[in-house]
C-alpha cells in the first residue's frame, strides 16, 4: 500500500535558517510526488511536484528513490513561509495520498 | 474570478440532521474530488468523480452520498449526522488525474 510519512509535526526555525521539511513514501513503483501547502486562512495549494523539477519561492525537493525521500528544502527561511506544507503520492489512477503534515513556524 | 468554490463556509448543525456542501469549478476540469480534514489536519480522500461518474470510493460511510449533476458541480449530501463528522470538508478539481489538484476553501462543519 501506498504510504506517506512526514515525521515532524512541527518545525520551527529562524528566519534567515535554512529549512528541511521531511518526507519519507513507500511505493515500490514509480510514484508522482507532490509538495502542497496550505497558509494561514488559505486554501491548500500546489507548491511544486517532483516532474518538473523548479524551485518554487526557493523551495526546491529532489526525488530520492534510493531513500524512498521527497524532502522539502529552502535555504533561506522567511516569515512568510510560515504554513502547513503537505507531501503527498499518486500512481496510476490511485488517489492522492497526503502525508499529516508538518506546520512549520518562522521566527523572526 | 476562476477557481473551485465551496457553500458554506461554516455549517453547524445538531446530530441526526441532513445536510449538504456544495461544490462548483470553474476550471473546465473533468474530475473533482472530496477530500476530509480532520482534527489533527490528516487529510484523506473521501470520492472522486471523473466526467460525471465515481472513480474513487473509499471507506466512507454510506450516510455520504455524493452527487454530480454535471462536470462543472459535485455536491456532498450527509445524512444522520454524527459527532465524528466534525471536520473541515474540501473540494478539488483537476484536468485529469496525475496532475496538479485545486482546492476550494473547505467548509468547517460542526456537528453539536
Known amino acids: 500500500a501506498q504510504r506517506v510519512t512526514q515525521p515532524e509535526k512541527l518545525l520551527s526555525v529562524f528566519k534567515g535558517a535554512p529549512v528541511e521539511l521531511k518526507c519519507n513514501y513507500s511505493?515500490?513503483?514509480?510514484?508522482?510526488l507532490f509538495w502542497y501547502v496550505q497558509y494561514s486562512r488559505q486554501r491548500l495549494q500546489l507548491l511544486l511536484r517532483?516532474?518538473s523539477r523548479e524551485s518554487i519561492k526557493g523551495f526546491t525537493a529532489d526525488l530520492n528513490k534510493g531513500e524512498t525521500s521527497f524532502h522539502l528544502k529552502k535555504p533561506f527561511a522567511q516569515e512568510e513561509d510560515s504554513a502547513m506544507y503537505y507531501c503527498?503520492?499518486?500512481?496510476?489512477?490511485?488517489?492522492?495520498?497526503f502525508g499529516k503534515g508538518t506546520r512549520l513556524s518562522v521566527i523572526a | 474570478d476562476t477557481a473551485v468554490s465551496q457553500t458554506p463556509k461554516y455549517l453547524v448543525t445538531q446530530m441526526g440532521n441532513d445536510k449538504s456542501i456544495k461544490c462548483e469549478q470553474n476550471?473546465?476540469?473533468?474530475?473533482m474530488y472530496w477530500y476530509k480534514q480532520d482534527s489533527k489536519k490528516f487529510l484523506k480522500i473521501m470520492f472522486s468523480?471523473?466526467?460525471?461518474?465515481?472513480?474513487i470510493n473509499e471507506t466512507v460511510p454510506n450516510r455520504f452520498s455524493p452527487k454530480s449533476p454535471d462536470k462543472a458541480h459535485l455536491n456532498l449530501h450527509i445524512n444522520s449526522l454524527e459527532l465524528g463528522d466534525s471536520a473541515v470538508y474540501f473540494c478539488?478539481?483537476?484536468?485529469?488525474?496525475?496532475?496538479?489538484?485545486?482546492f476550494g476553501p473547505g467548509t468547517r462543519l460542526t456537528v453539536t
Open positions: 517532483h516532474i
Open positions: 503527498a503520492l499518486q500512481s496510476g489512477n490511485t488517489p492522492l495520498v
Open positions: 511505493y515500490s513503483g514509480s510514484p508522482e
Open positions: 478539488a478539481s483537476s484536468q485529469g488525474q496525475r496532475v496538479e489538484q485545486y
Open positions: 468523480y471523473n466526467n460525471k461518474e465515481l472513480i
Open positions: 476550471l473546465g476540469h473533468d474530475t
